[in-house]
């Protein structure tokens, strides 16, 4: 899964076409799966996208030690190498298990 995440997360048009893809093909699976419209697929989706981005944007993160990177004004604990691109990537993944999941328990829980 890590030698697909860097080369998806490479570039920015390669992380957007394949976060693109992927959540595609998730609000497809809710749709057919659980009988859920488009609209509401997406929604719901984007909803758990955002907040497990927050959760996932700090892991890794190093700050940045090297003197001679540190510019002016510069927090001390800004991380050295974010990677958004991978953990854009790593969000979606992860979101989309989370939708799939939470569509199942829904009826079970009378939503």
Known sequence: M?????VF???TPATLA???VLVAI???LGVSLFKLTVGGGVALYFVIWWTLLFAILPLRNHAE????HIVPGQDPGAPAAPRLREKALLTTVVTGFVFLGALAVFPLAGL
């Open 9 to 11: 997360g490479r570039s």
């Open 26 to 28: 998730f609000v497809a």
């Open 2 to 6: 890590s030698g697909l995440m860097r």
């Open 18 to 20: 394949a976060v693109a």
């Open 65 to 68: 030690t090297r003197p001679e």
